[in-house]
């Protein structure tokens, strides 16, 4: 994943007609400023845009309100980054409406012939996720555990549990692969094993006729 841009509407300490962040105006970056002038910010608005997650949002019963901006009633993240010779956006939103919350989520993908944006959208936001994470190949623990270190979570991974190691492990060089390969052997064997028998009873079958 190559980020591209990130643009923020009332995300934390951001709030309106804020400028986007171009990633292709560097290839090196470092994040400097005193406290509170929204350096994390950027960074949780990134895992909120592809996960629906974000550091200050963790211990919430509802995740989205402590990103919201205070005093606004909604907010949004959008996120363009290319993969594998493709272009994605992923563009979040969070509503509050009276005593309930709207949040949305679009995945889409750039067609060059067209010239613009295909919606790769599914119809509920779980399934849109299950669509970000496949097409990431990555879920957002196995990032915060690999390539991102989240502020004050440095021993994030030391902390998970032996088979919460292992699994993340497994998610990072690959391993499943092997397992979903094992599980298609295996499948295909016990065809061929059934396909034998189906052959042996039949063969004894005309041995007895005959």
Same mark, same amino acid.
């Given at each position: 994943?190559?980020?591209?841009k990130?643009a923020? &509407?009332?995300?934390?300490?951001?709030?309106?007609?804020?400028?986007?962040?171009?990633?292709?105006?560097f290839?090196?970056?470092?994040?400097?400023?005193?406290?509170?002038?929204?350096?994390s910010?950027?960074?949780d608005?990134l895992?909120?845009?592809?996960?629906?997650?974000?550091?200050?949002?963790?211990?919430e019963k509802?995740a989205d309100?402590?990103?919201?901006?205070?005093g606004?009633?909604?907010?949004?993240?959008?996120?363009?980054?290319?993969?594998?010779?493709?272009?994605?956006?992923?563009?979040?939103?969070?509503?509050?409406?009276?005593?309930s919350?709207r949040?949305?989520?679009?995945?889409?993908?750039f067609?060059?012939? &067209?010239?613009?944006?295909?919606?790769l959208?599914?119809p509920?936001i779980? &399934?849109?996720?299950?669509?970000?994470? &496949?097409?990431?190949?990555?879920?957002y623990?196995?990032?915060?555990?690999?390539?991102f270190?989240l502020?004050?979570r440095?021993?994030?991974?030391?902390?998970?549990?032996?088979?919460?190691?292992?699994?993340i492990?497994s998610?990072?060089l690959?391993i499943?692969?092997y397992?979903?390969?094992?599980n298609?052997?295996?499948?295909h064997?016990r065809?061929?094993n059934?396909t034998?028998?189906t052959?042996e009873s039949?063969l004894?079958?005309i041995?007895?006729?005959?």
């Open positions: 994943m190559i980020p591209v990130l923020l &509407k009332n995300f934390l300490s951001y709030g309106e007609d804020v400028p986007p962040l171009d990633f292709t105006q290839h090196i970056a470092c994040l400097s400023g005193n406290n509170g002038q929204g350096k910010a950027l960074l608005a895992t909120w845009a592809v996960w629906g997650e974000g550091r200050k949002s963790s211990q509802k309100n402590s990103l919201l901006r205070i606004q009633k909604d907010m949004q993240v959008e996120f363009i980054f290319d993969l594998e010779g493709d272009r994605y956006r992923i563009i979040r939103s969070f509503s509050l409406v009276k005593k919350s949040p949305t989520l679009e995945f889409q993908v067609n060059q012939e &067209k010239n613009e944006y295909i919606s959208t599914a509920s779980r &399934k849109t996720q299950e669509k970000i994470i &496949k097409t990431l190949r990555i879920d623990q196995t990032f915060i555990n690999s390539a270190i502020q004050g440095i021993d994030e991974f030391s902390r998970k549990s032996p088979r919460e190691r292992k699994e492990l998610e990072i690959g499943s692969r397992d979903e390969l094992a298609l052997a295996k499948f064997l065809e061929v059934n034998i028998m052959k039949r004894e079958y041995n007895q006729e005959i």
